[in-house]
Nanobody, 127 residues
Framework: QVQLVESGGGLVQAGGSLRLSCAAS????????LAWFRQAPGKEREFVAA????????FAADSVKGRFTISGDNAKNTVYLQMNSLNAEDTAVYYC????????????????????WGQGTQVTVSS
């Protein structure tokens, strides 16, 4: 049974930083893509960033490019989202997600493409 557990959320002032973690368990994740999504109150779930499990390929949404970085530590079965220069628009529940892919890694930005989800961690940015 695949489990994804997020941690690291919290309250931060605008301009500050946070690092989210997603601990993955339940299977070997070689051949999997891991991603971060976020959902603000009253809004649809939004893609943030994705990475191949090997970490060789990463992709980020334009809204966070240059501020957020996705990375992974295979030895710890953990994927991270380093978030810098946070602003109030980044306030949301952040979710970790995983999907299996064959062959070449192609970043998928639609939530329906992902098979496994964590429970989410709240990030609140005060202005």
């Amino acid at each position: 049974q695949v489990q994804l557990v997020e941690s690291g959320g919290g309250l931060v002032q605008a301009g500050g930083s946070l690092r989210l973690s997603c601990a993955a368990s339940g299977r070997t994740f070689s051949g999997y893509a891991l991603a971060w999504f976020r959902q603000a109150p009253g809004k649809e779930r939004e893609f943030v960033a994705a990475t191949s499990w090997s970490g060789g390929s990463t992709f980020a949404a334009d809204s966070v490019k240059g501020r957020f970085t996705i990375s992974g530590d295979n030895a710890k079965n953990t994927v991270y989202l380093q978030m810098n220069s946070l602003n109030a628009e980044d306030t949301a529940v952040y979710y970790c997600a995983a999907r299996y892919y064959r062959g070449y890694f192609s970043p998928k930005t639609e939530s329906r493409e992902y098979d496994y989800w964590g429970q989410g961690t709240q990030v609140t940015v005060s202005s």
